[in-house]
């Protein structure tokens, strides 16, 4: 996994904590912690994505 989605992932877990904790508080400022997980889990999905699509195209051009 690249290194730019483990740390997204881990920004996205630590927001999903923060909004859980917001929410408890009565606080709705969780509401942007839940928008921050949305927007880092994309990006951790999308670098994914992209560190798989970059492998097979050296694979094919290798081929």
């Known amino acids: 996994m690249p290194r730019l989605a483990v740390f997204a ?20 400022l969780g ?7 949305g927007l880092t889990s ?4 999308y670098y994914v994505r992209k560190d798989r699509a970059d492998k097979q195209r050296r ?3 290798a081929a």
């Open 9 to 28: 992932v881990v920004v996205c877990l630590l927001a999903v904590a923060a909004a859980v904790v917001a929410f408890m508080e009565g606080s709705f």
């Open 31 to 37: 509401i942007v912690w839940v928008l921050l997980a």
């Open 42 to 45: 994309n990006m951790a999905w």
């Open 59 to 61: 694979a094919q051009q």
